[in-house]
């Protein structure tokens, strides 16, 4: 299926500055936000805590539940309704732990029901201890870390066939942030500086379709962060999972017009490197929106229909593929144009 007609040229790279400007100031919005706010909004996986999910048979109140929350000490607790109103379902959240999680449960229901007069039914009681907590925010940041870092290793392998250095690079990365981390250096700033030192590496070496490919990423995942921010949603274990499934689709479709690109300085070496990459994002076009559309379709139905569960997992993938699409277009490719000039 051929949604753009062959031979259409239009000037992509030409709106370059424009489109920095304003990916600039996207990333400035959200670590703005996330400084703002102090950090993100944890969720129990991250933050440690009691989470219980509740429905009741009948209409209720939020002061009627924190009623029934005093009895077992969780009457601070954040209370928040789930779903639609006719479902009568409410997520407690409370920075406290038992340590007892099946007595919590049939005293919950017990004094829920008598402060509402319906009946209560727990439906899911987690609990994280602080220290596992911060165990999991430090291996969420070290996965999403090193999964853009071996990413430019499969890029400067495929594209400019530099697998041994690409590799003895990423040896040392992983080295310096080992012998940090056992030096006691916190997990953010040692990503921040093993982060520095990578783009420092990749530049040096000349690795222009890393660069471009590990920027794009970088860019996607502030951003998408920066909207779970600004929304003031919770940063759990399931929005991770997004935020690599977003990295995963970018690359692909970056991917896709890096290897057009490849193709087209091979055909029409000739030519300008303005004109090989709106030639290559233009002839690419066409897959990209098929691609992005009816991965948005799916997401959409998955965000208004697949329920409360999965419903910041969705809304992260929608961020995560209408950024992803546009970083690849008018991020990717033009960075990877500013570093072209150390090719030989």
Not at 4 to 30: C, E
Request: aromatic fraction near 10%; hydrophobic fraction near 50%.
């Amino acid at each position: 299926m051929q949604l753009i007609k062959p031979g259409t040229n239009i000037d992509f790279i030409g709106k370059r500055k424009i489109a920095f400007v304003v990916s600039i100031i996207l990333i400035a919005i959200s670590l703005g936000s996330i400084f703002f706010h102090k950090g993100l909004r944890y969720g129990i996986d991250f933050a440690g805590g009691t989470l219980v999910q509740v429905q009741f048979s009948g209409p209720v109140t939020v002061d009627q539940i924190r009623k029934g929350l005093a009895p077992v000490g969780l009457e601070s607790s954040s209370v928040q309704r789930m779903g639609y109103v006719e479902e009568n379902e409410f997520l407690i959240r409370a920075d406290t732990l038992n340590a007892n999680i099946e007595s919590l449960s049939e005293k919950l229901e017990l004094h829920l029901s008598e402060a509402t007069g319906v009946s209560a039914d727990v439906r899911k009681l987690d609990m994280v201890g602080p220290q596992v907590g911060h165990d999991l925010r430090g291996k969420a940041l070290l996965a999403i870390f090193y999964s853009l870092l071996f990413i430019t290793v499969y890029i400067s392998g495929r594209f400019e066939q530099q697998w041994i250095k690409s590799g003895v690079v990423v040896a040392i990365i992983i080295g310096s942030v080992y012998a940090l981390s056992l030096l006691g250096v916190s997990i953010p700033y040692l990503m921040l500086a093993a982060t520095i030192v990578s783009l420092f590496a990749f530049w040096f070496f000349g690795f222009n379709y890393s660069m471009g490919a590990i920027i794009c990423q970088m860019h996607d995942v502030i951003v998408v962060v920066g909207v779970f921010s600004l929304c003031g949603k919770e940063f759990t274990l399931p929005v991770v999972a997004a935020l690599l499934t977003v990295v995963g689709y970018s690359l692909n479709d970056t991917i896709i017009i890096f290897d057009r690109i490849r193709e087209n300085i091979r055909k029409y070496h000739k030519e300008p490197m303005v004109v090989i990459l709106n030639r290559s994002v233009n002839d690419t076009l066409s897959r990209t929106i098929l691609t992005s559309g009816s991965t948005l379709f799916v997401v959409l139905a998955m965000f208004f229909l697949g329920g409360s569960i999965i419903h910041d997992f969705s809304f992260a993938l929608i961020i995560g593929v209408v950024v992803g699409t546009i970083s690849s277009i008018y991020v990717a490719a033009p960075i990877m144009m500013l570093c072209q000039p150390r090719r030989k």
